[in-house]
């Protein structure tokens, strides 16, 4: 049973989750089983809900939940983390400072993702990765500023090595004992990050 007092839900999270839920209703899919995978945003949603409609024997039962930024990733890692669910969480790196030179809030925001996983009972039973730098530069051929899931649409109809990357990637998140694909990694040490960056 769910208790909120108990996932520790500050009220910043909250409101994320309200608006969250009024913009995409879908996302409380993960309440309804299977194996729930975070992500960031929509480029990542479209490109692995094109490869399980491709083959819905191969990844039948699984759930990918669009946190529509990653900010709110970590409220939703909190409400898995409350039912002890075994899940992943795929996010983009970004980079320590803004292209202003100045800090960036998004890098900000992977430590407090792991802070969220790190707080499930069992780690173990998460798997953190992390697109380097972001999803579009680690797995398709270019980075578009506008119709960026259209974009990743088109490039895996049309090119079977970015498919087969983003296969194996959708894979490593499913079964934890399989290797990522290159321009990823799993972390559990904001250093290990920002090497990985470097």
């Given at each position: 049973?769910?208790?909120?007092?108990?996932?520790?839900?500050?009220?910043?999270?909250?409101?994320?989750?309200?608006?969250?839920?009024?913009?995409?209703?879908?996302?409380?899919?993960?309440?309804?089983?299977?194996?729930?995978?975070?992500?960031?945003?929509?480029?990542?949603?479209?490109?692995?809900?094109?490869?399980?409609?491709?083959?819905?024997?191969?990844?039948?039962?699984?759930?990918i939940?669009?946190?529509?930024?990653?900010?709110t990733?970590?409220?939703?890692?909190?409400?898995?983390?409350?039912?002890?669910?075994?899940?992943?969480?795929?996010?983009?790196?970004?980079?320590?400072?803004?292209?202003?030179?100045?800090?960036?809030?998004?890098?900000?925001?992977n430590?407090?993702?792991?802070?969220?996983?790190?707080?499930?009972?069992?780690?173990?039973?998460?798997?953190?990765?992390?697109?380097?730098?972001?999803?579009?530069?680690?797995?398709?051929?270019?980075?578009?500023?506008?119709?960026?899931?259209?974009?990743?649409?088109?490039?895996?109809?049309?090119?079977?090595?970015a498919?087969?990357?983003?296969?194996?990637?959708?894979?490593?998140?499913?079964?934890?004992?399989?290797?990522?694909?290159?321009?990823?990694?799993?972390?559990?040490?904001?250093?290990?990050?920002?090497?990985?960056?470097?």
């Open positions: 049973m769910f208790r909120p007092e108990k996932t520790r839900l500050d009220n910043n999270d909250k409101r994320l989750l309200k608006l969250l839920n009024q913009f995409d209703p879908y996302v409380a899919e993960f309440f309804f089983g299977g194996y729930s995978i975070i992500v960031e945003g929509d480029t990542e949603y479209t490109a692995f809900k094109y490869i399980i409609n491709n083959e819905p024997e191969e990844f039948k039962d699984i759930q939940i669009r946190a529509r930024g990653k900010a990733i970590v409220s939703l890692v909190k409400i898995l983390n409350h039912f002890n669910t075994r899940y992943s969480v795929l996010h983009d790196s970004d980079t320590p400072l803004n292209k202003a030179g100045g800090k960036n809030s998004a890098w900000g925001t430590k407090k993702i792991l802070e969220a996983v790190q707080s499930h009972p069992s780690p173990q039973k998460i798997k953190l990765v992390s697109s380097l730098i972001n999803f579009e530069s680690a797995f398709l051929s270019k980075e578009v500023k506008t119709d960026k899931p259209y974009n990743a649409l088109l490039e895996l109809s049309s090119d079977s090595e498919y087969e990357k983003i296969r194996t990637l959708l894979c490593s998140l499913v079964d934890h004992s399989r290797p990522l694909p290159v321009k990823c990694m799993e972390w559990d040490d904001i250093s290990q990050l920002d090497e990985a960056i470097k």
